[in-house]
């Protein structure tokens, strides 16, 4: 079996004992109500995810998409509140997201400004100008209004149950993976993150594709963030709050190595799955918040040493396997001779 | 001229002393207030606070790690701490001890991280991520409430934040002592050379012989100490703790260490420029709330002042390749 798929088959497997578990032990979980929602979450960093994991294969980090989240939040609102219709509303907030991708590529690849640096202020930034642009009442203070334009509220809508973020977000799944295994694009990428000094010499242009790495990144966010404004039907200040993180969590789990060249988009979905899965499940349990957060971050550790230790794993077997060429190529030869 | 005022612009500390002159003018027009003793002092408060932070997070940053839970060691031994300065079932109210009694769950801590980076050779940055949940939450199991007070104000842990030698507050005498074991430690030491030396290059240090491994987790080490020890100096200044104590303040401590011009790829960076850092961090904290820009903006100013300084550095650094 080939070692990738076999990275992949661990991870699902590990969901899959999970949520074993958690069905085993709590009584709401094995409902289909709880897999729309579970769905529904998972799709929100799914998206997220699938937008980092473009700039984790091609070697950076980028750490604002909840900064990129939040702005795109607000300039959803704005825009629904003036009475554009959803489409606009949508288009409109993808471009802002661009935009601030933009920003981090221009940084990155033009000022030379280390990538986890401008991503870690830059999400600061975008943030902040968010709160220049959130609703106030008449004295000043923040207000989150519902949102009632019904041409926009449609995002957060579902056919049967599944939620058109849950939709995109596999279409969208499927797409990127296509795009990452056999477009020049995505094997651009992930040459570039395997060695960007060797993929610059033969030829590949390093500056424009990591720019319009952090672009689609930004781009994701945006998505992301239209159907969750959309079906809350408001925004506030702290959406998008600590998404960064947990977007490149759910990639690293899911395989994406931090580091680039390695990993793809069913990475991601696994990743993302996996984190929303272990919150939906100790949510369940009813524990209290301290505790949640410690099997939180226990969870995640034990993934990524799982991780670690099967990438060793599959190393020694590679070595061997070289060795036990060499052995059966020198067999025979002397038979042959 | 103009290349000599380039040059000058160019060269690091040409920087921060501009950089400060400007604050500095800025703030005698609009805000005298600023130049107060009082104020003054509750800035260099908060330089102590995040200096040593910064400090113990430049050990980990010149090895090529990162740690992201230095905010909640901070919480989690000042719980701890506290707790044990009052008297209880568990405790005779023994001050030392009870520091000593942090100071040791830090070390473990500290292991715990370095082996988790050196031996298993996971990524630091998502380890500490969890071991950052994992600590707030331990603290808050610890604590069982939402505050632990320090009620009796006359022992040695309310010195420890409140005491003034020479009317220096001791939070401050504190820093400048870390600071300076820190600068000594690492320019005129082996240790201090070794950890450069791991941090430029890991594959090339080990091949000379360097246990690259043992300086790794050293240096988690010291850095979950000095989270421990500031967590400490600012529970006692408080007079309280509580699980949210420090929280939020290792991004402020990366940004004074990135400031500071330290390398995050691990093997360049010194003390002077941490320092540096945890000043300009502390003074445009107090300049955004004297000038009354509301602190909603007080984190976009913080995001764009960073990235000016790092890219003014990074154009730094290109001129000098320029001109040689």
Redesign the interface.
Known sequence: MNNKLARKLITLALIVIIALIFGATTKSFYTLRNFQMLLREAAFIGLISLGVSFVIIGGCIDLSSGGIICFSGIVCARLAQMGAPGVVVLLGAVVAGCLCGAINGF?ITK????D???T??????F???T??LMFRDARGR?ESPLIRSESFLVFGKHINGFYYITIAWIALAVIVYLVQSRTRFGLHVVSMGSSEKSSAMSGVPIGRLKFLTFVLCGAFCGLAAVFTVSYQATTYPNLGGGMG?QA??AC?IGGVV?GGGKGDATGAVFGSVFLVLILNGIYKYGL???????I???I??IA??F??LFG?LSQKRLELLSHADEIGTGGETLNAK | MKTKFFGLIGSAWGQRITFFAAIMIVMAIFQPVFFSWSNLLSILFAIAIYGIMACGMLFVVLVGGIDFSIGSMAALSACIALTFTSHNAYSDGSVIIAILISLSVAIVVGVIHGLFDAVLKLPAFVVTLATQYMLYSLADMHIGSKYVHLTDTNNLYYAIGNLKVFSIPMPVIIFIVFAAITAFVLTKTTFGRRLYAAGGNRRAASLVGINTKLYTVCAYIICAVAAAISGIVLSSMNLTASYVTARGYEGTVMMAVVVGGVNIMGGQGSVSGVIFGALLVGVLNNVIILLGISTDYSELVQGVVIVAAVALNVYGATKKRRII
């Open positions: 940084c000022l030379k400004i280390n986890f640096v401008t870690l202020a830059s999400g600061y930034v943030s902040g100008i709160l220049f923040i993180f490149v969590a690293v931090l209290s918040t301290a505790w949640q957060y410690f939180q971050g226990g995640i550790l990524i040493f991780d670690a060793s």
